[in-house]
């Protein structure tokens, strides 16, 4: 029997447009194109040169200080264009897709046989090493250090998330072979964390890994929250995480020697009108399912992940490298609301009791809904933080900067996304989790 | 409205970078937002937020006051009829009453708004909604009759020096509207305390002639107390202006003789409730300064050596300041402690603090005002003991892993 543990403080904010369990087809489009900026922590550096004819699996660029840290391309095809910002910033790579996929060959192995430094060596040819992240700084995890534990999420509590278990239905081998590749990849353990509505076998009853079930409210679902309450992170430790669909896509590089990068995508939000699940590769332009399908005469947001962390891209944006959720709701820019403090709308909600619950369900637009101010409520951001860190006083430190003091009050243990929640029933409209963004880049600058 | 909204967007572009009234972008900009929610959307980070700002916190807060606002006005003007001896309705009453204290509320508003809309200005800021309920606690904690060029001078010693010097709402340390009340405390004590300042005698607007009748006495019933003769509390009675006595439901519902707002517990409970459950103010703090009283009542009845130490704790409550300040002075999340465990001990202490004041300071009846000021003070030096609880459980924790 799993340990469970009760996660009581967080926030599951009642959104229309969840996802219906259908797969709607496979999406393909004629150009794919990867951002540099989706991976943090790295500086990259290119692999290859427009022209160039690429493989599924080919490295397209590599991290500058471990050179064998390659990005694969997700699709075979011709590189197009490279779009370069700033400082000559890589800003996307766009690579023209072939009709059919050819996948670069690395070899199905069996994972048992193979040493850890063998799978790491497979992980980081294949091009996907950039799936497991690291506390501290919440960045592409550094190969050259051993991490104390690995740890994998294995459900998604965000606004409409996806369900994982429908995401890993006919994967459960990979996912399975997958976890077994990263306990060779730690001297620690590998957790997984389910959840109390996790049906799927090949999480319920995974092997090789310690088993730990949550129940509550977002954000237990992030693998900081679940860290903080299985085994924190302490200074000078280093800890691996990732999300079980990652894990997967690890699995079936062993398990048929090809950097697949396909993803089921849960289509969602309250200005889309058929809902449901697409299959494709990361940097699929998305325009194709948008057309015809979202709401028309009002300013929308398109977002790549979900409302509280994703990117906002345009209509004819792309699928971010990490997400398996595509979200669309009202910009709002175009509503004049009156006398919002006065407000007694049916449609207004709020987390607080400032509102009469009327409704079960919102439509939400992107609207601050008010102007910045200084920190002035209390005990607002510790109601939707479980974990064993003060978030004000932390959020503090990290705008003063003040190393020790964050130090003191666990910056190591947490990723911006564990402040989306913060900024959502924010009073005063502080945008957290680009303050702890900056914190923690910063800090890593000074540390290493 | 759409006219309204036209009208604004048409004159907007002269309140922008460049435009010739950009000087007054701060003040254009809190009438706007005052009018309409504005329509910014999110540039990083989360792409929806709840609707709760900073403006609607405040309004709730109002809203909680208003009760008590009422309940006041309604006071002096049943206690200005009773001094002279004259039947009037109840609605006559609640306009003399109304009509006395609105021109403290805009005195105290025009210049703390005044002020916060040319700091704002100067700063580039928006203006912030913590001055709207400053400005009408102001009012509510002074005796009725303070004059209101005193109001204006302490309004804005309070707002510059309490507040705009430490960076505006959200950055001070004391809590505004009660450093407004102690620098007209020591400034102006004639004015402040005695027999003489909590009932308006004089008519206002014309409303209310008379001449006092014989047998009046303003004091409160704290401060009846304070000087009594009497050598034990079953001794002595409460007395009502005009020398008759006060029953416990008079001090319950507010007809006793005080600053506006502490008069009637009862409609400081119903302000209460509205900022309990909307969860506006914290009920931890609430509940912790009464704890902190009650325990300090029962001390000092313990070891009772004259009539005020043998008050019973009910008294304690309905009387004074206590219960207005429990409820809303407090619970100023700015000034107050700001994590959970450091609620408890802060509204304690108040609580001890305020009774300890009220019974062994003879020449001052009522303490709440010094305590929570005093509380002000410490409520970092207790949230810096409370996290660093925390601090050194991290510390432990990373211990026996190296």
Known sequence: MANRINIKKGLQI?????????????????????????????????????????KAGTGLFYEKNHPDMLFASPVSGVVTAIERGEKRRILRIVVKADSTVQYADFGAKQVASLSGEEVKKSILDAGIWFLIKQRPYDVVASPVKEPRDIFVTGFDTAPLAPSTDFLLKDREADLQTGLDALAKLTTGKVYLSVSTKTTLKGLREAKNVVITEFNGPHPAGN?????????????????????????????????????????????????????????????????????????????????????????????????GAYDSQVTVIPEGDDMHEAFGWASLSPKRYSAGATYLPFHKKFRLDARLMGGPRAIIVSNEYDKVFPMDIYPEQLIKAIIAFNIDRMEQLGIYEVAPEDFALCEFVDTSKLELQRIVRTG????????? | MKALRKYLDKIKPNFEEGGKLHWLHSTFDAFETFLFVPNSTSRSGVHIHDARDSKRTMTIVIVALIPALLMGMYSVGLHHYMALGLEASILTKFIYGFLAVLPQIVVSYVVGLGIEFIIAQIRKEEVAEGFLVTGILIPMIVPVDTPLWMIAVATAFAVIFAKEVFGGTGYNIFNVALVTRAFLFFSYPS??????????????F??????????????????????????????????????????????FFGFIPGSIGEVSTFAILLGAALLIMTGVGSWKTMLSVFLGGAVAVVLVNLFAQNAIMEMPVQYHFLLGGFAFGAIFMATDPVTSARTEKGKWIYGFLIGLLAITIRVFNPGYPEGMMLAILFMNAFAPLIDFYVIDGNIKRRLKRAAPSK
Request: glycine letters at 14%.
């Open chain 1, 440 to 448: 923690l880049d910063l800090l890593r600058k000074e540390m290493e």
């Open chain 2, 191 to 204: 004015k402040m305390s005695g027999d003489q300042v909590w009932v308006r005698t004089a008519d206002t």
């Open chain 2, 206 to 251: 014309g409303i209310g002639k008379g001449t006092v009748i014989d047998g009046f006495s303003g004091a409160t019933p704290l401060g009846q107390l304070a000087t009594t003769g009497a050598g034990s509390f079953g001794e002595f009675t409460f007395q009502g202006i005009t020398g008759q006595p006060l029953s416990i439901s008079d001090m």
């Open chain 1, 14 to 54: 009642p959104l229309l447009g969840a996802v219906e369990e259908i797969i709607r087809g496979t999406v393909k489009s004629e150009f794919v194109r990867i951002c540099p900026e989706d991976f943090h922590g790295i500086t990259p550096k290119l692999a290859v040169r427009v022209d160039d004819t690429v």
């Open chain 1, 223 to 319: 693998v900081g929250v679940q860290i903080n309450n299985i085994k924190p992170v302490n200074r000078g430790e280093t800890v691996w995480t990732l999300n079980a669909v990652d894990v997967a896509i690890i699995g079936r590089l062993f398990n048929k020697g090809i950097t697949d990068l396909t993803r089921t995508v849960a289509l969602t939000g309250s200005e889309v009108k058929q809902r449901g699940y697409y299959n494709m590769v990361i940097g699929t332009e998305l325009k194709s399912i948008f057309a015809g399908n979202v709401t028309e005469g009002v300013s929308l947001r398109y977002i790549s992940g979900n409302p509280l962390t994703g990117r906002k891209i345009d209509e004819n944006g792309e699928l």
